[in-house]
């Protein structure tokens, strides 16, 4: 796709041959339109982007696609989607608006998108003011520029409205009002299906992802407990042989008696003796 009207100071432009849908001949589309538009052909045209040098040189993002197509009649509720590709490193933030605010809901037109992701802005057309094809195409304005990780938390809306010396980049969308025939669908619900597979596969694989961290937490509580008893057996085979080799040391209190008796006995008896000598 052809991102229109980019404003940056020293950036490479992708080239309008290389991401051409269907060419300039004006041909009907074949079965392989189908897969135009499709998340196979966006994931296609973003690796030719980086390969080509648009991750580091061009503007903070990839816009997809280059025109909104609102087909009569306006009074379908069906929003046209805006996909934002960050394709740099840095956290981005965007503010997008258009020459007449009355006729489209854009939610959100503010917000920040985080490094290699994408942000997919649905738009609708306001039908409650009008019903008529507008005679001239409106333009969205696309505004981006690079914000630190400590700003994250930061008001939006006060950054956009201060003036601010960072580096802004603007890329333009037109709008279209163009009959679609009963086949253009064919690519929506192909892209439906993609998106539907892809959504499961990263259902499944996170469920993959938990289940395998659950495992690995159970053998872990096992080896602890496992350790634990171990040591709890270790302990009781060591105070058993403790208590099998000690002696219990008894004291008994040293008795004074029977040695007192048999001195005053010793007394008498001499005391006897030296009175038949007198």
């Given at each position: 796709?052809?991102?229109?009207?980019?404003?940056?100071?020293?950036?490479?432009?992708l080239?309008?041959?290389?991401?051409?849908?269907?060419?300039?001949?004006?041909?009907?589309?074949?079965?392989?339109?189908?897969?135009?538009?499709?998340?196979?052909?966006?994931?296609?045209?973003?690796?030719?982007?980086?390969?080509?040098?648009?991750?580091?040189?061009?503007?903070?993002?990839?816009?997809i696609?280059?025109?909104?197509?609102?087909?009569?009649?306006?009074?379908?509720?069906?929003?046209?989607?805006?996909?934002?590709?960050?394709?740099?490193?840095?956290?981005?933030?965007?503010?997008?608006?258009?020459?007449?605010?009355?006729?489209?809901?854009?939610?959100?037109?503010?917000?920040?998108?985080?490094?290699?992701?994408?942000?997919?802005?649905?738009?609708?057309?306001?039908?409650?003011?009008?019903?008529?094809?507008?005679?001239?195409?409106?333009?969205?304005?696309?505004?981006?520029?690079?914000?630190?990780?400590?700003?994250?938390?930061?008001?939006?809306?006060?950054?956009?409205s201060?003036?601010?010396?960072?580096?802004?980049?603007?890329?333009?969308?037109?709008?279209?009002?163009?009959?679609?025939?009963?086949?253009?669908?064919?690519?929506?619900?192909?892209?439906t299906?993609?998106?539907?597979?892809?959504?499961?596969?990263?259902?499944?694989?996170?469920?993959?992802?938990?289940?395998?961290?659950?495992?690995?937490?159970?053998?872990?509580?096992?080896?602890?407990?496992?350790?634990?008893?171990?040591?709890?057996?270790?302990?009781?085979?060591?105070?058993?042989?403790?208590?099998?080799?000690?002696?219990?040391?008894?004291?008994?209190?040293?008795?004074?008696?029977?040695?007192?008796?048999?001195?005053?006995?010793?007394?008498?008896?001499?005391?006897?003796?030296?009175y038949?000598?007198?």
């Amino acid at each position: 796709m052809i991102v229109r009207g980019r404003k940056c100071h020293k950036h490479s432009v992708l080239p309008s041959s290389a991401l051409q849908v269907g060419g300039a001949s004006g041909e009907e589309p074949a079965i392989r339109d189908l897969f135009l538009g499709t998340e196979w052909h966006r994931n296609s045209i973003i690796l030719f982007w980086r390969m080509t040098g648009g991750s580091s040189a061009s503007s903070y993002l990839h816009i997809i696609p280059d025109a909104l197509n609102f087909a009569p009649p306006l009074t379908t509720k069906r929003p046209q989607k805006l996909e934002l590709h960050n394709i740099t490193t840095e956290y981005i933030t965007f503010k997008i608006r258009t020459t007449t605010p009355n006729r489209y809901a854009v939610k959100p037109n503010i917000g920040i998108i985080k490094p290699r992701e994408t942000k997919i802005i649905p738009i609708f057309f306001n039908a409650m003011n009008t019903t008529e094809v507008p005679s001239k195409p409106d333009t969205f304005l696309i505004l981006s520029m690079a914000i630190d990780i400590n700003e994250l938390n930061i008001d939006l809306k006060s950054l956009w409205s201060k003036k601010s010396e960072r580096k802004q980049c603007s890329q333009k969308v037109k709008t279209t009002f163009n009959a679609i025939s009963p086949t253009a669908n064919e690519p929506d619900i192909v892209e439906t299906i993609q998106r539907q597979n892809d959504h499961l596969s990263k259902q499944v694989a996170q469920v993959e992802n938990e289940n395998n961290n659950l495992q690995a937490s159970v053998t872990n509580l096992k080896q602890q407990i496992s350790d634990k008893d171990a040591k709890k057996e270790e302990l009781a085979r060591s105070l058993q042989r403790y208590q099998s080799t000690s002696q219990p040391i008894t004291t008994k209190p040293r008795s004074h008696t029977k040695e007192i008796l048999r001195l005053f006995v010793l007394f008498l008896l001499f005391l006897t003796i030296g009175y038949l000598l007198v």
